[in-house]
């Protein structure tokens, strides 16, 4: 039987992740395509969330309308941009240890004084501070990712990466995970989170199993606090490890994806720019993928 013949393409597609379809729905669970719907947002613009994701139907030969509650295919998914939209891809940050700079002490017992238990267990001890962003980061890209990813957050002046909002506590052998985005909090309620553990086959990053650990509800011990984590920074660090994970070869080597931005501007096939613009996700069979598809006057950076 011949191939069948895939979604019309673009020279200018993006790739921007990739994975087998039995991977995702590891982390999609029960949110189905919203889970999907989610993370495109998180790429291309989480703070104004303006573009549509779309399926390629094989059946009908066409782009269809994805419903959040749908599950998850083994197809091409494409999100799309209004004409003449700029969006800012989202920044990768690079992280194989701990950051150690100053101040440690002082984040420690400021973290241990509002938690005093794990996220995820509850135990008491041992227990360590975990950094959803690396110290070495600093305050202007803590600042940036704060502003960004919650926007609706009460604006704080010359907020510094040693704000206990950019901290949580786990016990040790969970912060391992978490500590190098092999570990991520999703959220699924208000204050409600579930641990997915984003290693790879054959990876190990403790001596002990992560059996048991992905799905693992986790939750602020302190529910009320007023310096808790705002759930837009545990956003950010869940898209660390999705990228960690699943992030295409082509996404990661874009120039200053990491720290810095640099114009990414794509063309579109038609002079008059009423070309629908957008991102795409997976390739037929049993794997799927974010790829780009942008239209004319759309700009990524």
């Known amino acids: ?28 669970r029960a949110e189905q395509s919203n889970w999907l719907i989610d993370i495109a947002h998180d790429i291309c613009g989480p703070a104004a969330m303006r573009g549509s994701l779309f399926v390629w139907k094989l059946d009908a030969m066409q782009w269809s309308s994805v419903a959040p509650t749908g599950p998850l295919a083994a197809s091409v998914y494409t999100y799309r941009l209004p004409a003449g939209v700029v969006v800012g891809l ?100 208000v204050n409600q989170y579930q641990c997915h553990v984003c290693t790879t086959a054959g990876e190990t990053t403790v001596p002990t199993t992560n059996t048991g650990l992905h799905g693992l509800s986790a939750s602020p011990p302190q529910p009320h606090h007023a310096n808790n984590p705002p759930p837009g920074l545990l956003r950010w660090h869940y898209l660390q490890c999705v990228l960690d994970k699943f992030g295409h070869a ?26 629908s613009e957008g991102v795409a996700i997976g390739d037929l069979g049993s794997r799927a993928r974010i790829e780009g598809y942008f239209g004319r006057g759309c700009t990524t950076s």
């Open 1 to 28: 039987m011949p191939p069948q013949p895939g979604p019309p393409t673009h020279a200018n597609a993006l790739t921007l992740l990739s994975g087998p379809l039995e991977e995702l729905v590891k982390y999609s």
């Open 90 to 189: 989202s920044k990768i940050c690079g992280r194989t240890h701990r950051s150690v700079t100053g101040n440690a002490n002082t984040m420690a017992s400021r973290f241990k004084r509002r938690d005093g238990v794990c996220w995820a267990t509850g135990v008491r001890s041992p227990i360590i501070n975990s950094y959803i962003c690396p110290k070495r980061m600093g305050g202007h890209w803590a600042r940036v990712i704060y502003r960004t990813f919650s926007p609706t957050s009460p604006p704080i002046p010359n907020m510094s990466i040693y704000d206990e909002r950019f901290g949580l506590t786990f016990s040790v052998a969970i912060d391992a995970y978490f500590n190098v985005y092999k570990l991520g909090l999703r959220a699924v309620g």
């Open 250 to 275: 082509d996404y990661k080597a874009l120039p200053n994806i990491r720290y810095s931005e640099l114009p990414f501007r794509a063309h579109g096939d038609s002079d008059e720019g009423t070309d």
